[in-house]
């Protein structure tokens, strides 16, 4: 049985406000309280979509009546980790003494290099905050904002996502596994920040959680990768009546997959890519995609979409 495993978790574990926010941590720290329950050994990333937008959002309105310099994304990203990381991190901990086990959970505020002449920054691509209606990202497009409409649900507000490099902080989140702990780290893909000398500079962008899931779970040996989404398997023709769930795909298949564009760029892409990245580089161990609620059975082979060599 796969003892070490990293958990990357979706939007639909953590909620779109704080309110949301609140409740759906109480039911992703039972899930995983189980899991630890099992002996498991865990680290927990996730995403910060529209907490990070809600965050920007609320300082380019707080600067309209305020003379105060621009928050880039990175201090953004930073502050989400934070809000994030103690919800999560002390409903963990509550369901893990209601379950009768001893376990100390850490959230980790953790930065992630990138590279400055990734051509993302000239290609905005990550959605971030709340959907919009059609007239509404009319009127954000005159603004001077990015807008694109995101796998039919509506349309979001997107920005620079460069790939992720180096989780600065691997060694401290290695340490603290090591000794018995739960992880949180890399919240919303880590702080994007670039090299400039000895100094890691904060960066506008999102690093997307699934890549920097990766690249985290890659340099920290995890016996398997799983992504957590709001769908129990991947699936080809998304929404069509042709529609089909998939099982079990092999790296081959899944890039072939994507040069049909049958996962969406901003949603389930993303998520496949980084599976991928992952097996390539660990052939032996496994990716897994699946829903929240079906994690275990997914660790089963029983559900989920497996991403295999």
């Given amino acids: 049985m796969s003892k ?14 704080l309110e949301e926010q609140m409740l759906a941590v109480h039911k992703t720290g039972k899930a995983i ?26 300082f380019d309105y707080y600067k309209l009546s305020h003379d105060i ?20 991190q002390n409903a963990l901990r509550e369901e893990l003494i209601n379950a009768g086990i001893k376990k100390h959970v850490s959230t980790i505020i953790t930065q992630v290099i990138v590279d400055e002449n990734d051509e993302a920054f000239s290609n905005p691509t990550k959605p971030i905050g709340p959907f919009h209606t059609k007239e509404e990202a009319k009127k954000m497009r005159e603004m001077g904002e990015t807008v694109i409409e995101d796998s039919g649900r509506g349309y979001r507000r997107v920005v620079p996502s460069p790939k992720p490099i180096k989780v600065v902080e691997t060694s401290t989140v290695k340490t603290l ?19 400039v000398g000895n100094h890691l500079k904060g960066v506008e962008a999102v690093v997307d959680k ?6 985290l779970a890659d340099a920290l040996d995890v016996d398997c990768f799983i992504i957590l989404t709001a ?68 660790l089963k082979g029983e559900t989920g979409t497996e991403i295999v060599k």
């Fill in 210 to 215: 699934d890549f920097a899931s990766a690249k």
């Fill in 231 to 298: 769908v129990e398997k991947v699936a080809i023709d998304f929404n069509k009546p042709s529609q089909k769930w998939l099982d079990r795909i092999t790296l081959k298949e899944a890039k072939e997959y994507m040069k049909q564009k049958q996962f969406g760029v901003g949603s389930m892409e993303p998520k496949v890519l980084a599976c991928c990245e992952f097996i390539e580089k660990n052939p032996s161990k496994r990716a897994i995609i699946t829903d929240l609620n079906k994690v275990a059975e997914g």
């Fill in 177 to 195: 596994l090591e000794s018995g702990e739960i992880v949180i780290a890399c919240g919303g893909g880590g702080i994007p920040v670039i090299k």
């Fill in 33 to 58: 309280a189980a899991l630890v329950k099992e002996g498991y050994e865990i680290v927990i990333t996730h995403g910060n979509g529209p907490q990070v937008g809600l965050v920007s959002d609320a």
């Fill in 4 to 17: 070490r495993i990293l958990l990357a978790l979706g939007g639909n574990a953590l909620g779109k406000n």
């Fill in 69 to 88: 310099s621009h928050f880039t994304m990175s201090v953004c990203v930073s502050l989400t980790q934070g809000f994030i990381g103690y919800d999560l």
